[in-house]
Nanobody, 117 residues
Framework: QVQLVESGGGSVQAGESLTLSCAAS????????MAWFRQVPGKERESVAD???????HYRPSVEGRFTISRGADKSTVYLRMNSLKPEDTAIYYC???????????WGQGTQVTVSS
C-alpha cells in the first residue's frame, strides 16, 4: 500500500525558509503526479504546487517565485523549498501522490508550518 511520510515542518519568522520533504513508498504504478496542498483550520484545502511525471511544475500564484517543488532522483521523494515565508503561509501542509491513469489520490498525514511576523 502507498505510504507518504512528510517531514520538515516547523515554526519560523517571516522572511525565513523551510524545506518540506515527502517520502513515498509502495508505489507500484509508473506515472504519478506529486503535489503539496495546505489547509488552515476552518478553510478549504488548497493546492500549493505540483509536479507531473514529465517534470512540469505548477504553482498557485501566491507562492510562485518563492516556493520550488522538486522530485528526488528516485522519483518517489518530493520536496517543497519555501523561501521568503509569510504569515499567510501558515497551514498544515500535505503531500499528495495522484496516479495519472486513474486520478486515485494518496495523502500524507500533514506537517505544520507556522510563520510568525
Amino acid at each position: 500500500q502507498v505510504q507518504l511520510v512528510e517531514s520538515g515542518g516547523g515554526s519560523v519568522q517571516a522572511g525565513e525558509s523551510l524545506t518540506l520533504s515527502c517520502a513515498a513508498s509502495g508505489l507500484t504504478f509508473d506515472a504519478y503526479t506529486m503535489a503539496w496542498f495546505r489547509q488552515v483550520p476552518g478553510k478549504e484545502r488548497e493546492s500549493v504546487a505540483d509536479i507531473i511525471s514529465g517534470g512540469v511544475e505548477h504553482y498557485r500564484p501566491s507562492v510562485e517565485g518563492r516556493f520550488t517543488i522538486s522530485r528526488g532522483a528516485d522519483k518517489s521523494t518530493v520536496y517543497l523549498r519555501m523561501n521568503s515565508l509569510k504569515p499567510e503561509d501558515t497551514a498544515i501542509y500535505y503531500c499528495v501522490v495522484a496516479r495519472e491513469d486513474t486520478a486515485q489520490e494518496f495523502w500524507g498525514q500533514g506537517t505544520q508550518v507556522t510563520v510568525s511576523s
